[in-house]
Nanobody
Framework: QVQLVESGGGLVQTGGSLTLSCASSGAIFRITTVGWYRQGPGKQRELVASISRAGATNYAGSVKDRFTISRDNAKNMVYLQLNSLKAEDTATYYC???????????WGPGTQVTVSA
């Protein structure tokens, strides 16, 4: 059973920065794509950024050039650097992995990011 835990959320002013972390209980990050998702108040959960096993990254248009996803396989960690934060970035942020061998999907409990005007 894979367990994911996000951390690093908090309250920040518009234009500020945060670094989110996602820790895995095992080495699954090394063998699959990891995604950061978010769900704002009254909104559907959406993909924010992903990083493949090979290190290829993908971003939602709304965060491109402001957010950066990275990984540290040795530490079983994936990070999301959030810069130039806007009020509309307020959401609970989740990391997710899909097990390529059994198609199981794992989510963390989320970390709250609140951007104040």
């Amino acid at each position: 059973q894979v367990q994911l835990v996000e951390s690093g959320g908090g309250l920040v002013q518009t234009g500020g920065s945060l670094t989110l972390s996602c820790a895995s209980s095992g080495a699954i990050f090394r063998i699959t794509t990891v995604g950061w998702y978010r769900q704002g108040p009254g909104k559907q959960r959406e993909l924010v950024a992903s990083i493949s096993r090979a290190g290829a990254t993908n971003y939602a248009g709304s965060v491109k050039d402001r957010f950066t996803i990275s990984r540290d396989n040795a530490k079983n960690m994936v990070y999301l650097q959030l810069n130039s934060l806007k009020a509309e970035d307020t959401a609970t942020y989740y990391c997710r992995v899909d097990n390529p061998f059994n198609q199981a999907i794992y989510w963390g409990p989320g970390t709250q990011v609140t951007v104040s005007a």
